[in-house]
């Protein structure tokens, strides 16, 4: 048993150490390598691959328009709270939250669905 976890470990190592700096160090990494470049080099699929960096950039980047789209759901319910119209919400989601005319109108239309 203890064999394994030794192979398992070195295993790990040499998968870290390639997707860190994308050095080869055994057959592993080779067969993990090919793999990586059979991806990147097919087109279909290639439009599909990323790095971890660009995975990760995306996430933050959802997270960040996600968590915009709810301010702007409290933002638009508290101006209808104080009674202002659809149109001055709508300019004001212009001004403020650099959207556009469609983008503004249907942000108030969802966070009137939701109201």
């Given at each position: 048993m203890k064999g394994d976890a030794s192979k398992q470990a070195a295993l790990n190592?040499?998968?870290l150490t390639y997707f860190n700096d994308g050095t080869?160090?055994?057959?592993f990494s080779?067969?993990?390598?090919?793999?990586?470049?059979e991806v990147k080099n097919d087109v279909k699929k290639g439009e599909n691959y990323m790095t971890i960096e660009e995975y990760a950039a995306r996430q933050s980047a959802y997270?960040?328009?996600?968590?915009?789209?709810?301010e702007r759901m409290e933002t638009?319910?508290?101006?209808v709270k104080l009674n202002?119209?659809?149109e001055q919400i709508i300019d004001f989601?212009?001004?403020?939250?650099?959207?556009?005319q469609q983008e503004a109108s249907q942000a108030y239309n969802?966070?009137?669905?939701t109201a």
């Amino acid at each position: 048993m203890k064999g394994d976890a030794s192979k398992q470990a070195a295993l790990n190592q040499e998968m870290l150490t390639y997707f860190n700096d994308g050095t080869v160090t055994g057959k592993f990494s080779a067969a993990l390598d090919r793999a990586v470049r059979e991806v990147k080099n097919d087109v279909k699929k290639g439009e599909n691959y990323m790095t971890i960096e660009e995975y990760a950039a995306r996430q933050s980047a959802y997270a960040r328009k996600e968590g915009r789209a709810e301010e702007r759901m409290e933002t638009i319910k508290g101006l209808v709270k104080l009674n202002f119209t659809k149109e001055q919400i709508i300019d004001f989601l212009i001004q403020n939250f650099n959207l556009n005319q469609q983008e503004a109108s249907q942000a108030y239309n969802q966070a009137m669905a939701t109201a």
